[in-house]
């Protein structure tokens, strides 16, 4: 199963992509935490380019595409989330392998609310699929927490594994369908 990792931060340091990053580490066997690269790369969202998108672009769509879930961790930026993430957004509303995608919201700050709340509403209304188990508040900002310290410190480390368990689980329960059978919206 493929997991695509998406960070709205660009830092270096960031305390959402190291959350991300700590995921791909804790992943459990037979899933697989793909890292999505080239947000920095997206030209700001113009409607009149999407009949003909830029490569970074092209590239970003086939990464979500061929994704069976998101997970998605992203900062907040004066009470909303960032300027990356809506951008990236943005480039998905009109690409149809997106919708209904099962998406996981990890937030690594419990201060970060109004972003939480804004990027759960963005994605409702482009028909994602938030899987609530598998979408968790961590208090990582202000605990001086690598990657490396989110991987080795039991509490953190163990609820990151049952959101990533959480998320596979809700992927293959859309696959068998209410009746065993491949649901309607398959990935």
């Not at 700050?109 to 598998?134: C, G, K, Y």
């Not at 927490?145 to 859309?174: K, S, Y």
């Given at each position: 199963?493929?997991?695509l990792a998406v960070s709205?931060?660009?830092?270096?340091v960031?305390?959402n992509?190291?959350?991300?990053?700590?995921?791909?580490?804790?992943?459990?066997?037979?899933i697989?935490?793909l890292?999505?690269?080239?947000l920095?790369?997206?030209?700001?969202?113009?409607p009149?380019?999407?009949?003909?998108?830029?490569a970074a672009v092209?590239?970003?769509?086939a990464?979500?595409?061929?994704?069976d879930?998101?997970?998605?961790a992203?900062?907040?930026?004066?009470h909303?989330?960032t300027?990356?993430i809506?951008?990236?957004?943005?480039w998905?509303?009109?690409?149809?392998?997106?919708?209904?995608k099962q998406?996981a919201v990890?937030?690594?700050?419990?201060?970060a609310?109004?972003?939480?709340?804004a990027?759960?509403?963005?994605?409702?209304?482009?028909?994602a699929?938030?899987?609530?188990?598998?979408?968790?508040?961590?208090?990582l900002v202000?605990?001086?927490?690598?990657?490396?310290g989110?991987v080795t410190?039991?509490?953190?480390?163990?609820?990151?594994q049952?959101?990533?368990?959480?998320?596979a689980?809700a992927?293959?329960?859309?696959?068998a369908g209410?009746t065993?059978?491949?649901?309607?919206?398959?990935l």
């Amino acid at each position: 199963m493929r997991l695509l990792a998406v960070s709205g931060s660009l830092r270096a340091v960031s305390v959402n992509s190291a959350l991300l990053r700590a995921a791909a580490r804790l992943a459990p066997p037979g899933i697989e935490v793909l890292w999505c690269s080239g947000l920095g790369e997206l030209p700001l969202f113009n409607p009149d380019l999407e009949g003909d998108p830029s490569a970074a672009v092209q590239q970003f769509r086939a990464q979500v595409a061929q994704a069976d879930a998101l997970l998605i961790a992203s900062p907040e930026y004066a009470h909303g989330m960032t300027g990356t993430i809506k951008n990236a957004l943005d480039w998905l509303v009109s690409f149809e392998p997106f919708a209904y995608k099962q998406v996981a919201v990890l937030n690594a700050s419990p201060r970060a609310h109004h972003a939480d709340a804004a990027l759960r509403e963005v994605l409702t209304t482009m028909a994602a699929e938030i899987v609530e188990p598998a979408s968790i508040t961590l208090p990582l900002v202000g605990a001086r927490l690598d990657e490396d310290g989110m991987v080795t410190t039991p509490a953190v480390a163990t609820a990151i594994q049952t959101a990533l368990q959480a998320l596979a689980d809700a992927v293959v329960a859309r696959r068998a369908g209410p009746t065993g059978m491949l649901a309607a919206h398959p990935l």
